[in-house]
């Protein structure tokens, strides 16, 4: 028997891709390599369920359905109305006004929601329908949406950091700072490309009605709602409390707002909110436990050595490699989600950045970027599947129009990977560095 086929990393391997590739759900596929490997290998079947369980009993973890409970409760509380309204108010009939308006709003609302999936489906409902009354192209609307509502989880708060830091070590607050001026780069890239379009187009918003009085009307009705970012990230930044309680002050301040002051939401909601918190946490951690379970097994086995000795026997340019990185991970995330690719990627990237001495918090906001575009690349292209659902448009229908915003993301990246800077900045600033 061939030596590959007697080597337990091999397996580890083969055993995940195999179902993945036949669509078995990824939870499943890396439960079944683990377990078969585990077994046929003898590497102690005793330690999977304690190994279980460590991968989600982590204080930071406790953050993740926090947020998903922030989200839902400020998306049942309008507050992403009222941002819309202020907005519109704000870009009038500007040429690509309300495309651009979309980025901000996004950008906005990714210092609100940690999802980006949660954030189409909370903006787009009231800005596709929006643009496409204004003459804009449903098509080229929807794009602009679910391109910009990637943003939402590399500005923070954002899940994606939060599993980042939990498998590296790296600080959440960092690694939160570190988001802040990346992010607006990459909406300010959309936003040029969305301009562009829209003045190739002849796309423009609609009249102000009021002026500046509408402007401050609008303002004043989304007082609360703008306030929703400074409570969450003013406390983390101010050592008021950390990430993980500042979720659940998210909670309480959205739960007034949308009672007290909105009055959108009653107990029905409240019900509502709870189940589709219940069920979106429970994704992540069943993927969050699963894939913990496949890096103990390919820590043991050795695979996290040999994939990097693999990359690093192709190049030892440290530019190059990162180039390979970058291009697996733009192949992952037209397969994979963004919990999955965090699990089953960092821990086999590791090795690399400390070989390269690369800051981690800046490699971490590098690969979330990378995530966030993943979410937006067909076949899983979880942004797209939402604005389908809410336009009534195909994968195909969005696919041309997503490009150049891909392209503006894509030109983003390479600019802060030039320029690490602008990612280490803030959170050198601040001291969490």
């Known amino acids: 028997m061939p030596a590959l086929f007697q080597d337990a990393a091999f397996w580890a391997m083969a055993l995940f ?24 290998w003898d590497l ?3 330690m999977l369920s304690y190994n279980f369980f460590a991968n989600i009993v982590k204080y930071p973890l406790l953050a993740v359905p926090f947020f998903i409970l922030a989200g839902n409760i400020m998306d049942k509380a309008s507050i992403a109305d009222k941002i819309i309204v202020f907005i519109n108010e704000l870009v009038g009939d500007l040429t690509g006004g309300l495309a651009v308006a979309a980025i ?74 570190a988001g802040f001026i990346p992010g607006i780069i990459i909406g300010l890239f959309m936003m040029i490309s ?70 959108k939401i009653g ?45 690093l026997g192709i190049s030892s340019n440290e530019i190059i490699i990162l180039l390979m ?11 994979l989600d963004g919990v999955s690719i965090v699990y089953v990627f960092v821990p086999l990237l590791i090795p690399l950045i400390k070989q390269f001495n690369w800051d981690p918090v800046w490699f971490g906001v590098m690969f979330t970027i990378m995530v966030s575009v993943g979410t937006i690349t067909p076949p899983v292209a979880m942004n797209l ?17 997503v490009i150049p915003l891909l392209v503006a993301t894509l030109l983003a990246l390479a600019f802060l990977t030039a320029f690490p800077w602008f990612t280490t900045v803030l959170p050198r600033t601040l001291g969490l560095m």
């Open 267 to 311: 107990w029905k909601d409240v019900w509502d909110i709870l189940v589709e918190t219940l069920n979106a946490s429970a994704a992540v951690m069943i993927v969050s436990a699963t894939a913990g379970l496949y890096s103990w097994i390919g820590s043991t086995v050795g695979l996290i050595e040999k994939v990097s000795a693999l990359l």
């Open 104 to 177: 901000g709003v996004a950008l906005f609302w990714g210092a609100v929601s940690g999802s980006t999936s949660a954030t189409v489906a909370a903006i787009g409902i009231i800005l596709i329908p929006g643009m496409v009354k204004a003459g804009y192209d449903k098509a080229f609307a929807t794009a602009v949406v679910c391109s910009a509502s990637g943003l939402a989880i590399i500005i923070p708060p954002s899940i994606t950091f939060i599993l980042y830091a939990v498998v590296t070590g790296v600080s959440v607050g960092a690694i939160f700072a």
């Open 17 to 40: 891709l195999i179902p993945l590739l036949l669509r078995v759900p990824i939870a499943v596929s890396l439960g079944f390599a683990t377990i078969a490997v585990t077994f046929v």
């Open 194 to 263: 969305a301009y562009l379009t829209s003045r190739k187009r002849g796309y423009r918003g609609e009249p102000r009605t009021n002026g500046l009085k509408g402007i401050l009307i609008a303002a004043k009705d989304a007082f609360w709602a703008l306030m929703t970012p400074v409570v969450i990230l003013g406390g983390i930044y101010g050592g008021v409390f950390t990430p993980t309680e500042a979720a659940a002050v998210a909670c309480f301040y959205g739960l007034i707002v949308g009672t007290v002051i909105y009055h």
């Open 44 to 46: 102690g079947l005793d």
């Open 325 to 335: 990185i970058y291009v697996i991970l733009f192949i992952a995330g037209m397969l």
């Open 385 to 401: 599947y939402v604005g389908c659902r809410i336009s009534g448009l195909t994968m195909e229908d969005l696919t041309p129009p």
